[in-house]
DNA sequence: CCATCTTTGTGCACGCGTTCACAAAGACAT
DNA sequence: ATGTCTTTGTGAACGCGTGCACAAAGATGG
């Protein structure tokens, strides 16, 4: 799961739970695949196998947003697509601006998923001069000087940050500082924004150091057969994977 | 046969918590900075404002791993770096695969941030015939033929999905039919996994719709109830979640 | 050696999220 | 109409994570 944080304390009035939240895109992605087959109506139990979640979860998540099911029947599944999507801010258009047209802002300009859920790509910037109005993704580089312009023009709300570590606080103060009022951070740094500002961030690397620590751990329990906790050097050594090493090829 | 979440239980034996877990890496970011610049100790204020999170949250993290601070001083950041990193499992070698080089695939090859924390690209893997031999990131693509022999010869136990999500399943289940027992999934897609198969999801979609929900939850304040006149900043929020702005630069 | 000061480590309370279990609600057949 | 059957919506219990606040531990200075 994609590391997020800069969480909302429990948004007081009609408050959906943050949780509640970060599942609606995947319901939606479950519903639409079912509308796409022409599926009428589904079954919380049918619907939350599709979504990879408990059934009364997704049920109470549902009520969150009203009652929109049938009992003895089941969801509407055109009916539910568009109240998820109201309710995501899906059926407005969301002009978007990537930062840093490396290799994954290049990847993400070209990604598709953007396109299918009212998010546009409104502009590419990035900071090397030789890279202005070079066409990724069929849409040209523009150069970070004309940021602040480039936002205002189009009424972007939301930036993606896809720059080196060492440019990203600076990126982001100036998308904030010229109206931008959500970010999500593929750089590897803690950004620091004013109030009001949401940050989401994604990072990569600790996906895989996360995956790693469970890793170690479903190693580490096959040896381990009865362990005196000594609290400080554990000669733990996993007999892993890491067995041979073959040849470290260096990028 | 499990969907997606391959929770655990919280295991007899050391069980740190999850939540701490995914913080750990943050941590180590943090402090391999400070190593860099020859810090020698730091105290749990000053690495909880540079890992963005509350210090009495930090500290209750770093009681599960043992004593390591010294009341007083702080943390020592050489041995706290190692700590960690044995915790997590970066002090070995993790051989990891990516399959799919499209364009996120050849991002993730290019990725500096896996070889400096113990991860290498053993190998890239992709089902277009065209792509076979040709190097990115200097490391030559193989064919999806050779998946199961890549991984079986390198020792491989996590695999990166960047393919579509029609194929995300089918090269899922072959990864885990070689013995792949981690799995990092960049398809927008539900894997199903055996019990003991660790799935960690990454979904850029997912993200921006969770910032467009906020986002239009901003714009419907300021039209309900009292405008807000000055722009961007909004009204109090009771208290500081996550954003705060200590804005520490050290000296 | 004692006093004071700093910072850790943690007991405790609170709130959010998850899950269970079941009554209410509606469809459908007779 | 009435009974049965299916499935929703939710009250309630529980567990995890968070943050406060403070005592314990050690450093430092006199």
Redesign the interface.
């Known amino acids: 799961?994609?590391?997020?944080?800069?969480?909302?304390?429990a948004?007081r009035s009609r408050g959906i739970p943050e949780a509640t939240?970060?599942r609606?895109?995947?319901y939606?992605?479950?519903l639409t695949a079912l509308s796409e087959r022409s599926v009428p109506t589904v079954s919380s139990e049918e619907l939350a196998?599709?979504?990879?979640v408990n059934s009364a979860k997704l049920r109470k998540d549902f009520s969150y947003l009203g009652s929109y099911g049938t009992r003895g029947v089941g969801y509407d599944v055109e009916y539910l697509v568009y109240q998820i999507s109201r309710?995501?801010?899906?059926t407005?258009d969301?002009p978007?601006v990537i930062v840093g047209i490396?290799?994954?802002g290049?990847?993400?300009a070209?990604?598709g998923?953007?396109a299918s859920?009212?998010?546009r790509v409104a502009a590419l910037i990035d900071a090397d001069p030789a890279m202005a109005g070079k066409p990724v993704a069929g849409i040209p580089v523009q150069h970070t000087d004309d940021l602040e312009k480039i936002i205002k023009d189009n009424g972007v709300?939301?930036g993606v940050i896809a720059t080196p570590a060492g440019a990203a606080q600076q990126v982001c103060d100036r998308l904030?500082g010229a109206?931008v009022?959500?970010?999500?951070n593929f750089a590897?740094t803690?950004l620091?924004?004013?109030?009001?500002?949401?940050?989401?961030k994604?990072?990569?690397?600790?996906?895989?150091?996360?995956?790693?620590?469970?890793?170690?751990?479903?190693a580490g329990?096959e040896t381990?057969g009865e362990?005196a906790v000594t609290?400080?050097v554990p000669k733990?050594t996993?007999k892993?994977?890491?067995?041979?090493?073959?040849v470290?090829?260096?990028?």
Chains 1, 2 share one sequence.
């Not at 309710?87 to 899906?90: M, S």
């Not at 620091?192 to 989401?200: A, Y």
């Open positions: 799961m994609a590391t997020g944080r800069t969480h909302r304390p948004t939240v970060a609606l895109p995947l939606l992605r479950a196998a599709a979504a990879g309710e995501l801010g899906l407005q969301w978007v490396g290799n994954l290049a990847a993400l070209n990604y998923g953007f859920r009212g998010f709300s939301i904030v109206g009022t959500s970010i999500l590897p803690v620091s924004v004013p109030d009001g500002v949401d940050v989401r994604v990072d990569l690397s600790i996906e895989l150091q996360i995956l790693a620590f469970h890793e170690q751990r479903k329990e381990a362990e609290a400080s733990n996993p892993g994977p890491d067995g041979d090493v073959p470290v090829m260096p990028a």
